[in-house]
Each structure stands twice: as C-alpha cells, then as structure tokens.
C-alpha cells in the first residue's frame, strides 16, 4: 500500500509534460507573393523554431527555449491580427492577417508551452518538491519517535 503511494506522489507531478512536434505555416501574403518565401513556426518540446526561406536563396533560421521567448502576445496591425515573438524580433501575420483562429491557437500553444518550461515551471518545480520534502520529513520524524531516537 505504501509503495503505490509512493509511486502516485511519484507520477503526479504535474510540472512535467511532454509536448507533441507541431508545426505551422505563419508565412505572409507578402512574403510568398514578392520573394516566392515561406515562413515555419517548428513547435518541438523543449524549444521553438523560425524557418525563413525565399526563392533568391536566403535561408533565416531562429531557435530558442520557450522560457526564454518573452511575453508571446497577439497584436493587431490595422485590421490584420498577427502574433510576436520579442526575442526573435517578430511580428507574424499568417497569410493576409486574417487567420484569426490559427493566430489564436499558436499564441495559446506557445504560452502554454512557456509555462512548463523557464523560471515560472522552475518555481513550480521548487515549491513542489518542497511540499514532498516537508512529507518526508514528518514521515521520518513519526518514524525516529516510534523507535524512540
């Protein structure tokens, strides 16, 4: 009984999820019109990715942990609705900027992702594992006054 105990405090920690490969397509009408360009937003577990390419052979790539990417927001440009990304510098408005569904789950997508990893899933992680220190703790004080020690 102790040990499935044991192994639910184990497997319930909730501050660490596995997230799938997503990729998305966030390129501009003007992009792929004027520079024959496409633009890749690559969701991978522990980071995200901006692939920039263009028909006169320029090739862009930026990468980077999601706890490190600053505040991922939606913003509009008129009436376009885009997404930014401020440590990579960018502004993403998917086709004309009227996708404002893909533009909504991309951003959700990329917070949520945020919140698993950098400091506030560190201090989740910390506060947690506190919390099964102080359990311990009592466990092995209840155990030293039963043996009397």
């Not at 890749?40 to 862009?60: A, D, H, M, P, T």
Request: charge should be neutral.
């Amino acid at each position: 009984k102790k040990k499935k105990k044991m192994e639910q405090i184990e497997h319930s920690n909730v501050d660490s999820k596995r997230f799938p490969h997503k990729e998305y397509n966030v390129t501009n009408v003007f992009v792929a019109l004027l520079f024959c360009g496409k633009e890749e937003l690559i969701l991978g577990e522990e980071e995200v990715e901006v692939k920039n390419n263009c028909c006169f052979c320029c090739k862009q790539t930026k990468k980077g942990p999601y706890g490190e990417l600053g505040s991922v927001d939606k913003s509009n440009c008129g009436p376009f609705q885009c997404f930014t990304i401020p440590s990579f510098d960018g502004e993403y408005c998917i086709w004309c900027g009227c996708e404002n569904e893909l533009t909504e789950e991309i951003v959700n997508e990329l917070k949520e992702r945020q919140g698993f990893r950098g400091d506030r899933a560190k201090i989740r992680v910390a506060e947690k594992t506190y919390e099964q220190l102080m359990e311990l703790h009592k466990k092995v004080d209840a155990v030293m006054k039963k043996l009397e020690i």
